[in-house]
């Protein structure tokens, strides 16, 4: 497994707090910051949300709809073991990069409802996108545990070929593949109902997706040594609708260091 290289945010020089600055380009007009590569594009909403765009043979990116899209959340852990995530205050958003078309690194700081700040980076490099974040204080929110997670969502690929006739046939070679922390592997089945607590029974290390609906390409993931995945979803549903993995710093993890996951899409 590949280790995560270490980011410095704190020696960037932040831009002016309030909102992240936006790209006047098209087609990233109103994105904070983007990268442009041949397999993919990457971009960076004023949300902080990091959006891995697919490309045709033409080069012309996919609809949004089959969009791979990473969130940054924090979360505030109850005592039952539920989380519930918190809303970020839209004027504290501060860059810590330039915006810019070739960005190789797009990173920025915000704080939520409560006081707690926080800073994430995305870093792009050939077919890999590392995606990394620390939370810098707890504000107000001591009471419960707080914790980053970066929600990574895999979407629907099968929108457009689900009720033709053959649909599971043609695609009964598509896969996912997890690496569980416990040592053992699982292959799903992509047309089968998922139960996120079975599965969650053990962590998530890492994945790999071989879906048509990616053109031929491979996604695999990697959590890093710092963290885990975990698996949800809003419903009981096949993985073939479209699912996500939750990545969260390793309870024995610093709090105080960077950390995060790899994705490479090739």
């Known amino acids: 497994m590949k280790c995560l290289l270490p980011i410095s945010l704190l020696a ?11 790209l006047s380009e098209k087609p990233w007009v109103g994105w904070f910051s983007a990268h442009e590569s041949r397999s993919f594009h990457f971009g960076v909403g004023g949300d902080g949300r990091g959006s891995l765009i697919p490309l045709k043979s033409d080069g012309e990116q996919f609809t949004s709809a089959l969009w791979i899209r990473i969130q940054p959340i924090i979360e505030e852990v109850q005592s039952n073991g539920r989380a519930y995530s918190k809303k970020v205050v839209e004027e504290s958003w501060e860059a810590l990069t330039e915006p810019g078309l070739e960005a190789e690194r797009i990173a920025y700081r915000a704080m939520v409802e409560g006081g707690a700040k926080y800073e994430v980076s995305f870093q792009i490099d050939g077919s ?6 620390r939370i810098l204080e707890a504000g107000e929110l001591r009471e419960k545990p707080i914790r980053l997670v970066f929600r990574l969502q895999i979407p629907d690929y099968f929108r457009f070929e689900r009720g033709k006739d053959g649909f599971e046939k043609k695609f009964k070679r598509d896969r996912i593949e997890l690496l569980m922390a416990d040592g053992k592997k699982r292959k799903l089945d992509i047309f089968e109902e998922i139960d996120a607590e079975e599965i969650n029974a053990s962590a998530i290390e890492s994945a790999q997706i071989e879906y048509d609906g990616f053109k031929g390409p491979r996604l695999e993931i990697e959590s890093g040594a710092a963290g885990v995945f975990e698996f949800w979803n809003r419903k009981m549903q096949p993985l073939s609708m479209g699912f996500s993995l939750n990545w969260m710093a390793a309870p024995a993890g610093n709090p105080d260091a960077n950390a995060g996951f790899r994705l490479e899409f090739k």
């Open 12 to 22: 960037l020089t932040p831009l002016l707090a309030g909102e992240l600055p936006e």
């Open 128 to 133: 890999e996108v590392s995606c990394e974040g």
